[in-house]
């Protein structure tokens, strides 16, 4: 059928027929209308096949129309495991089915499917081990090399996709006639509304479904209702927009285009319909068998005429209407075959029958039966129901080129099951029911089992009033829920018919049939979560929309509990299949810049990355690392350096129990610290670990400003205001941060450089010695200067305003040039501050560091009554320690340079590990930090280090630190 | 996204905020037993039910404690702390140093 | 084609034989009750009844049959951890797995497709180097590998060096694998089931009759059974559990979410992880890509999913390997874990006399398995506690002895 052959309007709702397009599946090059789906471009010129099947590799073809199950899955480019069903088809968009060897026509693993026998649910669990080797050697390899369906693109980078936040007083999801009757409750009484449905015309089943009466009934009804929604200024309507998941609170993940809204609604009414549901019996697969809502959107959506002769198995009213959409779409129509035995007449019965067409009721289709090359269905093999699952032994043959199965539906409660309603079943309809949903959630429509469509409206109507109510909106007494009555009744209960030739599937993903899912039972696997676990019906890519019923039905049957009792897996987001681009949005990872940043970079600094910031690592070329680092450091110990400590935390404590709050957090003493002196400060977590340390400065009485590491700083604070929380000082606590920059001028040039842009403070030694703190200007900038000496030569922190940070770079560069002043990096920091046996925080202790073993009991006052983690760290000291830091040197001037985190052993016993370990050009040896057991600790001690490529290397323990240890450098 | 109210900024998505931990009592630092700190260090009630937590918004550092039902996931309150910590804590006595 | 499966194609009945028992009574007495049907409580079982000839064994299960972590696992089995205790006693695990299958007769589908782990920053190189010395020294196969070597193990990964935290180095992990995680909790329930073990699923455990240090019995829905010893093996409940024996344990409870697409063609043998971005993806057997990360913020006994987890699993998976964009996630869940505050587990003698701690096992239980089942059927059989899980004891909490085990835990389970 070439496009110019499609059924003439109204059928095609979707089509644009002034616009043609062509595109390619397989080799083939078709034609279709703007406004096609790839499946229906396809079935309109007689391609039904689409894809082969996951594990016997059978023709597939369209189900659902609806996107719904997985036999609609081909490849486009870069984009494997597409719905051709619901996928519009755009101009020379190139189309491939997928799992097939050879051709899709000629599938050269459908041999598979002939050997299922010998492949029952769990098959690869009872065999592929023995002997011993031949899984992983021979077996893993080829299961693996058949699994999988879509071919993925490894080059793929995904193009632009975000996300956009929302917010409304009701979301309805779902814009059939209870959605719409429901938003147009919910805008009348003043909310706000946003309106969501998957597709692309607002009316749900009134797009395609067959009401009784006129055969435009269910258009006119929809034109109504979309014109009022249309109309309402508090409506705000999504079309083709997937509600993929209900998240705590009513937060709404719908998927638009490449955007992800995330839509936070007061109420949330869900509509979301039910999905038709297969049959159950051999060959229910063919291409050409369908759901009768398939053939509906075919007709209605596409203008395509879904086959010639028609057979429309049905256990309810409405697949007589699909066989008068059918007729009316000039489709023979063979019989409809309905499996009641006594259906109940109704409007669309009779006007079937008033049409000629046979109707045959007590009966099922025992068996499809397939053309010569297997990928069609040709006839139908019917037979009367002679007992509930079973047929009689002897039927009729007739030929058809398409099936239509109404069996009946299941309620689409993906949506709600999220959000904590729980799936029942009611024996009475053969349905599954909604219960327990949470507050500010209603349902309304055919996922609560109505089906009547003026009832489905009224209950659409009420649902949007308690909406209203529950906002506050509304106090007036709402008109009660209507009740489902017979005509709502829509499953047959048992369309499940099984052959002794098998075939008959309950999962079409997973290519599973009756017999799997009793295998399974019979195994011992009984739990309904077993099953899905065993057989893996269910965790295909439809995740059970299609299977769920059926295999409730089966297993409480096999293990004698009630369908109720047995019940269904766990539906979990997302409701349907969305892209991972679409969850990630743009790409999100702020870094920080210091305010020297610039200054770096065109020094020709590599940058590392440290927490959120990037600091120069050093400067100089890439591969030069080990060569600058040695010359920026030798420059500091013989000139002056320059380096950026604006990433160190900053915290200001104010007020009168500054010096107390400090003497609590940190393990040292400080209230007695003199003003314009500065401490070190250990801070330990309540276990007695170490976690951070740093300088405390008094600034004034009752004013202390605490610098971090560049990574804890924020936990400081955090921690610090929670421990007030609790002990009530009276403090002010301001994580300062981002407020100051920094930089320590280091080195013995440092005082005459810094003299040069200081005249506000006395910088000689007296006036302004080791460890003291003034608030002065330098380069006119209100600075604050700590003359601490973490690389152990004269030097001075110096802190100023955020802002200024790039100037005071510039301005200290330039004095410094006639001293030979450098910048310098962390790597030469690390280096130079190593010579003097500091310890860096995070690597030279890690996750479980207690003071003692690190060196710093020092830093913990003994006399305290109480800091942060003081009885931790006194019962740890008491029950002695398992390891020190401690520092060494390795005199074999040969031996190769242990990198850090080598081994340190005591024989072939591990004692602790390199933490800090650099070739010193300072010292002219390798000099490093490792824990090594208490008893190697001693100075003069020997320790074998395991090195590089296992190689054993001797250390000789010495006191620390390896440079200056009368500290004559840093308090010249 | 599940909200949270703070009890300084309102309603805010539960993502803008920080878990602290369960609040227990400190022992007493100098008379309580070792085993007594051991399980305040290490040990925690994690009941399936109720729990008082300490929270902190985080873009704020406001500290404050939520009572939390840890089996539905819900906030049944939240609270400032001082109506738990409403007096000064002092240590025994002053150092001397 | 097996045997197996042409013996059983040909048959002309199905089999009928139960891997498990039916539903029955419960006794009035077993020797050793097990709280908690997953992978631990079958493997325990499993080993009592089969090398200890400990066989008067149940298994009460709330839900079914490994419905708690064992089936809510991402099945990474790796033995790359830190301390000397944790590599020791996760490569035995390893070991005993590689021969799981033809242990029990049942295939657990084991595949040695080895894990690289990425570092993103000189400290992450530093910490893997740890490992991987540690873990050379104790003879389990880790390695630091180079941008060229870990191209050629993983080409898609995005290898930009202006990536937002450029892959600067890998931990290697050869020995590093996977397996069909429900296959071997019902391979171990099938084994100890057929040396007459009884399993019981839907029984609650709701209370212990304790007397002088002992349980005496233990109270199900069902019932009250006498009991010999009493072990609890209950990964998301362990405090809740331990609170009926009135014991205390350094666990908080947290959700651990994970995700997984719709089936594709194998392309990604490696289970690749990224500390830094917090996110771990692996390809399994049929297909699917899982993606994993950290545990949720807050503590929580429920599995429901978070779309800011999903979101931010998402962008980390993409950070790493940009080509996972495509494709199409199917389903999110949750598994609860419990987190002791050393990333180690809680293993061994409790303070009850007759009551064993299975415990603490955060995100690392499933891999633990096999040599739980093996020191705990061998603990409760001879009274001896294993070397191997001497270090796990809960008494090391009231000894501030911690095991220095959170570097190697983070976002690689």
Known sequence: MSVEERLPAPAGLLLDRSKKISFRFQDKQYEAWQGDSIASALAASGQWILSRSFKYHRPRGILSMAGQDANALVQLPSDPNTLADVTPVSDQLAVVAQNFKGSLEHDKHAWIGRFSRFMPAGFYYKAFFRPKGVWEKIWAPIIRSRAGLGVVDTNYTSGYFDKQYAFTDVAVIGAGPAGLSAALAAANGGASVLLVDENRLLGGSLTYARLAGAADAAA??????????????????????????????????????????????????????????????????????????????????????????????????????????????????????????????????????????????????????????????????????????????????????????????????????????????????SMFTLEGLPQHMHMAGSVTGMYVHESVCAEGRYAGRAALQSLGLSTEDIEPAPVRGLSDRVNFDWPIFAHPAGKEFVDFDEDLQIHDIIVSTLDGYEDIQL?????????????????????????????????????????????????????????????????????????????????????????????????????????????????????????????????????????????????????????????????????????????????????????????????????????????????????????????????????????????????????????????????????????????????????????????????????????????????????????????????????????????????????????????????????????????????????????????????????????????????????????????????????????????????????????? | MKLMRCPLNGWRNISEFTYGGEVESMPNPVTDASDVWAEYLFFHQNPAGLVHEWWCHTATSYWFIAERNTVTDEIIKTYPTSELFQKRVDFSQEEST | MPHALIKYGLSRSYPGHRHFNSRKELKDHYDVVIIGGGGHGAAIAYYLSKYHGVKNVVILEKGYLGGGNTARNTAVIRANYLTEEGVCFYRDSLKLFRGLSNEFGYNIMWENRGQLTLAHTDAAIRSFRWRAEVNKHLGVRSEVIGLDEIRELVPMLNMSEHARFPILAGLWHADGGTARHDAVVWGYAKGACERGVELHQLTTVTGLDIESGRVKAVNTNRGKIQCGCVVQAVAGNSSVVGRMAGIHLPIHTFPLQAMVTQPYKPVLGPLVSSPQYHVYVQQTSRGEFVIGGGSDPYPLYNTRSTLEMKESLAAAAMEVLPFLGQMRLLRQWAGITDMTPDYSPIMGLSPLENYYLDAGWGTWGFKATPICGVTMAELIATQRVPDLIKPFSLDRFYQFRQINEAGATAASH
């Not at chain 1, 159950?280 to 369908?290: A, C, E, Q, V």
């Not at chain 1, 949005?585 to 020709?604: I, K, Q, T, V």
């Open chain 1, 220 to 429: 006119r009804h929809r034109e109504q209702l979309v014109s009022a929604v249309g109309a309402h200024a508090n409506i705000t309507v999504m079309c083709e927009s997937m509600c993929n998941g209900w998240f705590t609170d009513n937060w709404l993940a719908v998927i638009k285009g490449s955007r992800l809204y995330k839509v936070r609604a007061k109420e949330v009414i869900v509509c979301s319909g039910s999905m038709e549901q297969p049959a159950i019996f051999r060959n229910n697969d063919l291409p050409g068998i369908m759901l009768g809502s398939a053939a509906q959107r075919l007709i209605k959506w596409y203008a395509v005429r879904p086959g010639r002769q028609a057979v429309v198995l049905t256990g309810n009213s409405h697949g007589y209407g699909v066989a008068l959409d059918l007729l009316d779409a000039g489709v023979r129509v063979a019989a409809v075959v309905d499996m009641r035995a006594e259906p109940t007449a109704d409007a669309l019965s009779r006007a079937i029958a008033d049409r000629g067409v046979r109707i045959i009721t007590g009966s099922a289709i025992y068996e499809a039966v397939p053309d010569a090359s297997k990928n069609h269905v040709v006839a139908v093999e019917v037979r009367g129901i002679s007992a509930r699952g079973r047929c009689a032994d002897h039927g009729e043959r007739i030929p058809c080129d398409l099936v239509c199965m109404s069996p009946g539906y299941t309620p689409a409660y993906q949506l709600i099951c999220h959000a904590g309603g729980r799936v029942a079943y009611d024996d009475a309809t």
């Open chain 1, 531 to 972: 099953v899905k676990r065993y057989t893996t019906v269910g965790m295909g890519p439809s995740q059970g929309r299609h299977s769920a019923l059926a295999t409730a039905r089966i297993v409480a049957d096999a293990t004698g509990r009630t369908v109720a009792e047995t019940g269904v897996t766990t539906a979990r987001p997302p409701f349907a299949p969305e892209r991972i681009a679409h969850n990630a949005g743009r790409s999100f990872y702020p870094e920080r810049h210091s305010a020297m940043h610039h200054r770096h970079l065109e020094a020709g600094a590599q940058m590392l990355i440290a927490g959120a910031w990037l600091r120069p690592a050093f400067y100089g070329e890439k591969g030069q690392r080990d060569q600058c680092m040695a010359r920026e450091a030798l420059n500091v110990r013989q000139n002056v350096g320059l380096v950026d400590v604006s990433t160190l935390g900053g915290i200001e404590v104010r007020g009168p129990d500054a010096a107390e709050l400090l003497q609590r957090i940190y393990t040292f003493r400080f209230a007695k610290q003199a003003v314009g002196r500065c401490r070190y400060a250990v801070m330990a977590n309540e276990q007695g670990v170490v976690i951070d340390d740093g300088v405390a400065c008094r600034l004034h009485e009752q004013l202390y400003y605490v610098t971090a590491t560049t990574g804890g700083v924020d936990r400081v604070y955090q921690s610090m205001l929670r421990w007030n929380a609790q002990w009530r000082l009276n403090v002010d606590i301001a994580n300062v941060t981002s407020t100051w920059c920094g930089v320590n001028i280091a080195g013995p040039k440092s005082r005459e450089v810094l003299r040069r842009l200081c005249t506000d403070v006395d910088l000689s030694s007296q006036a302004f010695p080791y460890m003291g703190v003034q608030e002065g200007h330098v380069a006119e900038i209100p600075a604050r200067i700590m003359r601490v000496g973490f690389v152990g030569e004269l030097g001075y922190e110096i802190h100023v305003p955020q802002h200024y940070g790039e100037y005071l770079w510039d301005r200290l560069m330039e004095v410094g040039v006639e001293y030979g002043i450098q910048p310098f990096g962390i790597e030469a920091q690390r280096l130079l501050r190593l010579e003097k046996g500091h310890i860096i925080i995070g690597q030279d202790t890690d996750a479980m560091s207690f003071p003692a073993e690190v060196n710093l009991d020092w830093a913990v006052a003994k006399e305290k009554p109480f800091f942060v983690g003081n009885r931790a760290i006194q019962e740890v000291n008491t029950r002695g320690l398992t390891r020190k830091l401690a520092g060494f040197v390795i005199e074999d001037a040969n031996a190769p340079c242990p990198q850090e985190s080598h081994l340190v052993l005591d024989g072939d016993r591990m004692t602790g590990r390199v933490t800090s370990c650099y070739v010193s050009p300072t010292l002219g040896k390798t000099i490093g930090m490792a824990f090594v057991a208490p008893e190697q600790a001693q100075p003069g001690s020997t320790v074998t280090i395991k090195s590089t490529n296992g190689r054993l290397v001797e250390a000789k323990i010495v006191k620390l630190p390896f440079y200056d240890p009368d500290n004559k450098r840093q308090e010249m």
